[in-house]
DNA sequence: AAAAGCGGCAACCGCTTTCGG
DNA sequence: ACCGAAAGCGGTTGCCGCTTT
């Protein structure tokens, strides 16, 4: 007996989402920040982002200044956390990752949402579907060939001992990570590098990346200030944060447009830094919040921050370090 | 070349938790 | 303390593209 869902109201839009769509939520979320998500389908019918929209879309501009977002509120969080929010890696799990999901599905069991904080580039629907999908699979397929799985193997006492060690070696790591000083974004991107060139942004997210960058082109000073949070890969290429410079950086999908892929996107959601570190601040963290729980849930959406950079190296590492794989 | 089957993934649904009045 | 609304989360669905027959 739940309430009846917000998506029931009558015209509202269902199903995939346009760029037009993607570009209106961009838009807004660049102006107001993400959250306070049921003024967003009112808002972005009739505000100043749809006057942004009508850079990118000047063919469609009747259209989208007319309709706005027909979207509920539900909809749209779960379009820019699950797909639009900056920081996202798309494309193949690497080999990393995959023990990460593996064994942090061990720990925590269908948890996604606490295993995508370990996992800072991967949102919890992409863990998931994965976990379905690919990793299922792959788990009971070792099991046919051992026997039994490496997690399985591990006798029942045993298995509860080892499972509170690790929490509490969780708990000593990211206390560890968070009463450190905050690192050099020059030092701490390193770790969140793509570390291989699987990073795709597939289907409409591409076009957006597209339409945006046409719209850097033809928009005469980009927007300043989120620079900062840069770094430079091998090839001596700036790279921001956001999902639209993985992807672009690394597919060459973008290498024939004369603007490089970088510029103008950093700064496009240079908010993002901004609300990351506002979102849950050190001293929260540090506040007696290291219990086996919320140690595992204290970050908010936007994880690709320099708070969440230092546990994922050391736990990363431990997860090594335990000897589990 | 066409149809059927299958797999992957984006998005939705509904329940639970949190928050504000 | 209570209640309603919003946000968060995990399970599930359905579409779409690729592969196989």
Known sequence: MGRPPCCDKIG????????????ILVSYIQEHGPGNWRSVPTNTGYQSSIFVAAFFFRDAYVSTFCLGLLRCSKSCRLRWTNYLRPGIKRGNFTEQEEKMIIHLQALLGNRWAAIANYLPQRTDNDIKNYWNTHLKKKLKKGENENGVSSFQSVPKGQW????????????????????????????DSEDLKPSQGTSTYASSAENISRLLQNWMKTTPEPVTGGGGAGHRTESGETVTQGSFINGSSSDGAL??????????????????????????????????????ENSIVFQDENKPNLGDQVPLTLIDKWLLDVGLF
Request: hydrophobic share 30%; net charge negative; charged share 25%.
């Open 160 to 187: 509860e001992r080892r499972l509170q060690t690790d929490i509490r070696m969780a708990k000593q790591a990211l206390s560890e990570a968070l009463s450190l000083e905050k690192r050099s974004f020059s030092t």
């Open 255 to 292: 290498s024939d447009e004369t603007t490089p892929p970088h510029q103008g996107f950093g700064s496009f959601f240079s908010f993002s830094n901004k609300s990351c570190h506002e979102s849950v601040s050190v001293e929260q963290q540090n506040a007696g919040l290291m219990t086996p």
């Open 12 to 23: 509202v839009k269902k199903g995939p989402w346009t760029p037009e769509e993607d570009i």
